[in-house]
């Protein structure tokens, strides 16, 4: 089993930057893919960004150009990057690990509040 631990949320005023960071319980080398997700109030959780073991990434396009997704296998941690955020970024931001056999393990979330 892993443990998924988010922290780096908070209150943060539009065009400001925030850096979140998911800590894993054990060793995340060689895990398919690592991705962030998040979820506003009153609507539907929605992927963010995502990383492969080998480093692709992808990003919805809503966040392109403005989040970093990245990783430190050493650390066992997955990182996002949150450039020039926006009032509707607002949401509780959640990490994901999916495994090589299709396992999905997820963090209990970091709420990130960006004000206008």
């Known amino acids: 089993q892993v443990q998924l631990v988010e922290s780096g949320g908070g209150l943060v005023q539009a065009g400001g930057s925030l850096r979140l960071s998911c800590a894993a319980s054990?060793?995340?080398?060689?895990?398919?893919?690592m991705g962030w997700y998040r979820q506003a109030p009153g609507k539907q959780r929605e992927l963010v960004a995502t990383?492969?073991?080998?480093?692709?990434?992808n990003y919805a396009d809503s966040v392109k150009g403005r989040f970093t997704i990245s990783k430190i296998n050493a650390k066992n941690t997955l990182y996002l990057q949150m450039n020039s955020l926006k009032p509707e970024d607002t949401a509780v931001y959640y990490c994901k690990i999916t495994t090589l056999v299709g396992r999905d393990y997820w963090g209990k979330g970091t709420l990130v509040t960006v004000s206008s």
């Open positions: 054990r060793s995340i080398f060689g895990l398919n893919v």
């Open positions: 990383i492969t073991s080998s480093g692709s990434t």
